[in-house]
């Protein structure tokens, strides 16, 4: 692979555009995984396959092992990123795509390196693709822990980089996320005598005013700011729930009112901890008031990382700015196995799902450049 520098944004942009163009909408990988398992079977490399995931690399080559992680879905597009192009914006050029910033920029980059061969046999580090399904989705439907299993040497890895979009910042640990479900009660009626009842959705009214004014709360992890936050994302009366009916009647005084409560938490408490803390936070806020509690989706956080020997060497050669990922990534699934990990990318969270996603090609350029002198660079 040449290192020319008009050649590398070439491929880099043929490859982007390529991935982008086979749809991959979470629950529809296949196509894409079929595509890139033939290529990499093709270059005879060895290549494992779990699902619709790939991993892609050697299980016994004595250099520290670091990962390059990409999840391979995406959202469903937009008419304004359905068809992959590039674009001249603001002085340069950019690629838009569905999926173009979160996240196969992010794979771009990783297969991009992962093929250079001469950057393959001379580097201190030996090198693997993962490649999985799912994570845009449910958690239960995330495929990498499937992976994790199906294939244990990776959890000796002394590095695992998830290519996520970060706009070229390196991003140490991640939050956790604990969803919970507060039900209110009431009494159904006519609207038309709602005397007779007892409003589920009213009853909710103070409960959502104390939770505006809950505060983000910070806490400081090897000279990192991780913020605790609650809020709510969205509610519903009977009827009106995700995955039911598209509307329902207006007339009715509504006898359950359930608000969906998201919760990102510092990875200074594990899921349980972080869980008690959360239910006793809604009592509070409720003040009294009935409602059923139900926490439906659990997501541990991860600890930065910063003082382990291949972070460190990373960080001293790509540079830039290294902050706490205030989101939740799969970075926390390899620290779960004890297996450093960081996120860094090229795409840029702003433009993650948003309508018209795209992503700056010397951006690509740069993410790219900079994992190569970490990866070109003594072993640490």
């Known amino acids: 692979m040449t290192s020319d520098a008009g050649a590398v944004r070439e491929e880099l942009i043929a490859r982007l555009i390529d991935l982008c163009e086979e749809p991959a909408v979470t629950g529809s990988e296949r ?9 990499y079977r093709a270059a005879g490399d060895q290549v494992l396959r779990v699902g619709d995931s790939l991993v892609v690399g050697a299980d016994d080559d004595p250099r520290p092992l670091v990962l390059l992680v990409g999840h ?5 597009p937009t008419d304004d990123d359905r068809t992959p192009r590039v674009e001249a914006r603001d002085g340069g050029d950019v690629v838009v795509a569905r999926g173009a910033s979160d996240m196969h920029a992010g794979n771009a980059v ?3 390196l992962f093929e250079d061969a001469a950057l393959r046999a001379a580097s201190p580090y030996a090198l693997a693709l993962v490649l999985y399904a799912g994570e845009e989705g449910p958690a239960e439907g995330n495929q990498l822990e499937a992976v994790l299993e199906a294939a244990p040497w990776l959890g000796a890895a002394a590095l695992a980089v998830v290519l996520e979009p970060t706009g070229g910042a390196v991003e140490l640990g991640c939050n956790g996320v604990l969803h919970a479900l507060v039900s209110f009660r009431g009494l159904a009626a006519h609207s038309a005598r709602p005397w007779l009842g007892r409003s589920a959705l009213t009853a909710a009214g ?6 505006g004014d809950v505060a983000p709360v910070e806490h400081e992890i090897d000279g990192l700011v991780y913020r605790d936050v609650v809020v709510a994302t969205r509610a519903w009366t009977p009827g009106l729930e995700p995955g039911g009916p598209a509307d329902g009647p207006g007339n009715v005084v509504p006898e359950r009112f359930t608000v969906d409560l998201n919760h990102r938490f510092a990875p200074t408490r594990d899921l349980a901890t972080a869980e008690a803390q959360l239910r006793a936070t809604i009592a509070e806020l409720l003040a009294g008031v009935e409602a059923d509690v139900e926490v439906v989706d659990r997501s541990p956080a991860a600890a930065p990382h910063r003082d382990a020997p291949a972070v460190t060497a990373l960080i001293a050669a790509v540079g830039g700015e290294v902050g706490a ?7 926390a699934r390899f620290t779960a196995r004890g297996v450093p990990a960081l996120n860094l990318g090229p795409g840029t969270t702003e433009q993650a799902h948003r309508r018209g996603e795209h ?18 660079a003594p072993a640490a």
């Open 31 to 39: 196509a894409l995984c079929d595509r890139l398992e033939a290529r």
């Open 72 to 76: 391979l879905d995406v959202v469903p």
């Open 110 to 112: 990783g297969m991009h």
């Open 206 to 211: 103070a409960f959502l005013t104390r939770l």
């Open 325 to 331: 990922k205030q989101g939740w990534t799969d970075v």
């Open 359 to 376: 992503v700056a090609v010397d951006a690509l350029l740069d993410v790219a450049a900079r994992l190569r002198r970490f990866l070109a």
